[in-house]
């Protein structure tokens, strides 16, 4: 499988240039040249499977050329080692329609582990053997920097620096990331908001001279690799509950469009998705995009769900690019126009592209209700962005069709606001039931190019 830039000028890749390189030099995405289409039989067959055995046979197409089966077999089978439940991501049927899919078993409790777990496994094979060093970036509205860190602490070859915006992720969130004191890692608060940090993050790729002598990576959903194993769990979950036989929707809390953009790809891969609900909270770009054709920023407001407060939503550029005919010179100049100017239109052919979307804007008072239900008349406890996904789902009028919610943390990691709305404390499970005692370590900086780039240089090691 080759791999190109959706905005036409970066280099074809192999997967494991794609994975290495992160963000294609032409600030693009990398994204398949194609994609792989598995047969109703092909789907069909992963009922019985285990979650390791989907993984291998959802991924393999996207990795051939670089990673054989049992490669990818023998990387799944250590990658998911780590997780608390035999399922990996299990399924909890909360009525006669709605269901969550629990993403919060890996090391971290949040569904980013389902694909960092594995990626640092494989930024480990691609970089033994030789003598290149990897300079890992990362910017986090919260939970990408605990999984990338736990994945990445202690490897060879790599340092890891992770940008979050201070005081802007719950302290279970910070703590998981800044008291893991590997020497490879390195924690950076930046003064700003996420969009601050991911923007950063961004101009040191695209910083040719930088990017180069530290051979910068990238572990946010910029990666396709990452996303890539995001797509496993659509499949998994779906083939559970009668696909392909029957279409299922998934309503998906959404910031950086990655975990979504999956399901995109899951469908245009051939399962059966009825509908995927873009569930926002007050921070609503991608439901404006969606409903009204409106990519434009706005204010970025504070809330309980800190891991969607976002404004630019880097993994959109990836569907501009399929819907509008995987044009990368017309991606490059919307993308332009965008940067320049903080908004832009959706195309007819995009908007009509869409159609699989159904978008949604959850405020703090529906959040707090959807915890109130799934505690009251369920008996589970759910996260602030899960619950702004079951408040999506529940009122997305889709008939009798089963809709999956993605459970993306433990409530755990937001003790305070799963507090406030229902009355209940979640307690952090026992693996991690020490991290307050823990000693923590981070710089704290400007939200300034020269001296987020000043202090990564103080610290990794550069290209020789």
């Not at 299990?90 to 694909?115: I, N, R, Y």
């Not at 959807?370 to 962005?385: F, V």
Request: aromatic share 8%; with cysteine.
């Amino acid at each position: 499988m080759q791999y190109r830039s959706t905005r036409g000028a970066a280099p074809v890749l192999d997967f494991r240039g794609a994975t290495l390189a992160g963000l294609a030099s032409d600030g693009g995405l990398y994204v398949p040249t194609r994609w792989p289409v598995l047969t109703r039989d092909e789907i069909a067959a992963l009922a019985g499977l285990d979650y390791v055995e989907t993984a291998v046979r959802v991924m393999a197409p996207f990795t051939a050329g670089t990673l054989d089966e049992g490669a990818l077999r023998a990387l799944c089978t250590a990658a998911y080692g780590r997780f608390a439940h035999t399922a990996i991501t299990p399924l909890a049927q909360l009525d006669a329609q709605h269901w969550l899919l629990e993403l919060f078993h890996g090391p971290t409790l949040a569904f980013k582990d389902v694909a960092l777990q594995l990626l640092g496994l494989m930024f480990e094979r691609f970089l033994s053997g030789g003598d290149t060093h990897l300079t890992v970036i990362g910017a986090t509205s919260g939970d990408t920097g605990s999984a990338a860190i736990d994945a990445l602490a202690g490897r060879a070859n790599i340092d890891i620096f992770m940008l979050h915006p201070l005081g802007r992720v719950s302290d279970v969130q910070r703590r998981q990331m800044t008291t893991v004191l590997a020497p490879n890692v390195h924690n950076i608060a930046v003064e700003g908001n996420f969009d601050d940090a991911q923007a950063l993050v961004k101009a040191m790729f695209n910083t040719p001279d930088f990017a180069q002598r530290f051979s910068l990576g990238a572990v946010n959903s910029i990666n396709w690799a990452r996303l890539m194993a995001q797509i496993v769990y659509y499949f998994y979950a779906a083939t559970r509950l009668g696909a392909p036989d029957r279409a299922i929707a998934f309503s998906v809390p959404t910031g950086n469009f990655g975990d979504v953009f999956a399901g995109y790809v899951a469908a245009q891969m051939g399962l059966p998705i009825a509908r995927l609900i873009v569930a926002t909270n007050v921070n609503d770009i991608l439901h404006r995009a969606l409903a009204q054709g409106d990519y434009s920023v706005g204010t970025l407001t504070p809330t309980a769900a800190p891991s969607m407060d976002i404004q630019v939503s880097s993994n959109f550029e990836r569907l501009l690019f399929d819907l509008g005919g995987r044009d990368g010179a017309a991606t490059a100049a919307q993308m332009a126009g965008f940067e320049a100017t903080r908004a832009m239109s959706l195309s007819p052919v995009q908007r009509a592209g869409a159609a699989l979307f159904h978008s949604d804007r959850i405020d703090a008072d529906d959040m707090a209700t959807a915890i109130r239900w799934a505690h009251e008349t369920c008996g589970q406890i759910i996260d602030p962005h899960t619950a702004i996904g079951l408040a999506a789902a529940r009122r997305a009028g889709l008939g009798d069709v089963p809709v999956v919610t993605l459970a993306t943390a433990h409530p755990a990691k937001f003790r305070d606001a799963v507090e406030r709305a229902s009355g209940i404390r979640p307690a952090l499970p026992a693996r991690i039931g020490d991290l307050f005692a823990r000693e923590e370590r981070y710089a704290r900086l400007p939200a300034t190019l020269a001296a987020v780039t000043d202090f990564i240089a103080a610290h990794a090691r550069a290209r020789p």
